[in-house]
């Protein structure tokens, strides 16, 4: 079932501290729908899951490895991840793609331990400038969703993401028209992948530039199911505002 969520991608920003007192905020003034989680660095994964612990608030991890244990020097295993109280990981996020090198392969290795570890997964996905310049955004997209998605079940846990990289933290946005295209077509694959009817059922969400200034706008695109939020989602205040935009456009 297609779920409405914002989710916080903090990047490498927040101690523990800042971390426990965002989730306090949060929780202070979230309520119910839309969903929300958060992604903070692996060294506030416990503490703020431990913080949130009675509340709706789902945490996630922005990265892991593959395997379960091994010699991986600075590497972080699912186990670990789920352990430290989170449910949900960004896998294939476009600075994971396009600074430490991480292939379509090795990122669909990552989609099968999330599943197999009962993390969900959000599977990001988008093109960068040059390919969208030269009409090659379908093309990219289907690509990183087919061998993302290799060997995967369907599993109406994937969630996917679409963020276009010249759209994360630059200040511009895809305009609702450009997205919701895009969404339409991904929701094309996973129908052509897993059967007729399953593209209208995964949760697809928008991240590139999302603020409170064109959350509404963006969420007004049917196909649009929330949003993955990475620069305005390190204040409380910031993101509630947004969280409030979403659930008056989706839900009431
Ligand atoms: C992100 O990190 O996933 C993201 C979309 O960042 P920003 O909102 O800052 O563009």
Redesign the pocket.
Known sequence: MRRIIIAG?W?MNKTIEESVSFGLCIKKMFYGKPEVILFPPFTAIKALSDALYDSDVGVGAQNMHFESTGAFTGEISPVMVKNAGANYV?IG???RRHIFGEDDELINKKMIAAAGSELTPIL?VGETFYERQNNLTEEVIERQIKVGLSEINYSKNVII?Y?PVW?????A?ATPEQASKVHQFIREIISSMYGVGSGDEITVLY?????PENIEELAKMEDIDG???????LRCDTFVLMWKKLKSVKIC
Request: net charge neutral; glycine share 26%; aromatic share 0%.
């Open positions: 991608n990047k960004l996020h476009s600075e990001c993401a963020e759209a994360i933290g630059t200040g946005n991240g590139g530039s999302v603020k949003g993955l939020v990475g620069g305005a989602s």
